[in-house]
DNA sequence: ATCGTTGCTATCTTTTTAGTAGCGAGGGGC
DNA sequence: GCCCCTCGCTACTAAAAAGATAGCAACGAT
């Protein structure tokens, strides 16, 4: 049951783009692994450890699902973010600096 | 254990509200409650409906998380996003753009 | 008082995630 | 060739989260 657009998801079965997105990055690590691709490319081994140790089984799990979306590819030095997936931590990472502004407000 | 800037959550002891975000946003049901506040306040029952019929279990429980996190709170007319909600969905919202562009190189 | 709707809890099953061990492949040194 | 190390990854099992369903107490309208 791979996940795809156009495919219904968990919770929608419209197959819309936006709830096929909502629906990968809500699986735990989904958006970790993205975030921690940020500065390059990593091997298994290292973006395990940089997700404190996930288990290997999820690791690879959300790899394959992030592969078959087009947002991480395989590259001579390890797992990297592909052009969209680039793209779509563009659009995450003003989330750093909100975070910080609102763990502000708590 | 709730969820909280300055604590550990699951996979990051450092307590970093980008990491706080993430954990939370990565739980199931989270992005897509917020995504469905974007038009206004829901009542408990709709915005079951809207999320197609998630259990109510599971929708408390997020609705309790993202009530501490202040990024929901209660109204007269049901569950709204609080002003960091609003704030976190507008950065959010361009991926609905987004996600049809990347679905077309799929 | 009755009816419908509300937010929500209790209970149980199923799915997902976590944890750990270790394999086969490849590279380097010797 | 052989040893040793690291690599990506699979197998297996345990724990945790999510899903499904039933239904209760509280409120408002009739």
Redesign the interface.
């Known amino acids: 049951m791979p996940l ?3 495919k219904a998801v ?4 419209s197959g819309r ?7 990968a ?8 692994i993205i ?1 921690e691709l940020r500065d390059g490319p990593h091997t298994f081994r290292l973006l395990q450890s940089r ?2 140790a ?1 288990s290997p089984t999820v690791l690879n799990t959300r790899l394959k699902t992030l592969r078959s ?2 947002l991480v590819e395989t590259t001579s030095t390890g797992y990297a973010l592909s052009q ?1 997936g680039e ?2 931590l563009e ?1 995450l990472s ?3 600096k ?3 502004d ?2 502000k ?2």
Chains 1, 2 share one sequence.
Not at 10 to 13: A, C, L, Q, V
Not at 17 to 23: A, E, G, H, S, Y
Not at 25 to 32: A, D, E, I
Request: charged fraction near 20%; proline fraction near 7%; glycine fraction near 8%.
């Open positions: 795809k657009p156009g968990r919770g929608s079965n783009p936006i709830m096929v997105l909502l629906d990055l809500g699986q735990r690590w989904t958006l970790r975030w997700c404190e996930v979306l087009n969209q793209a779509l659009k003003p989330l750093n909100w975070s910080e609102w763990a407000t708590l």
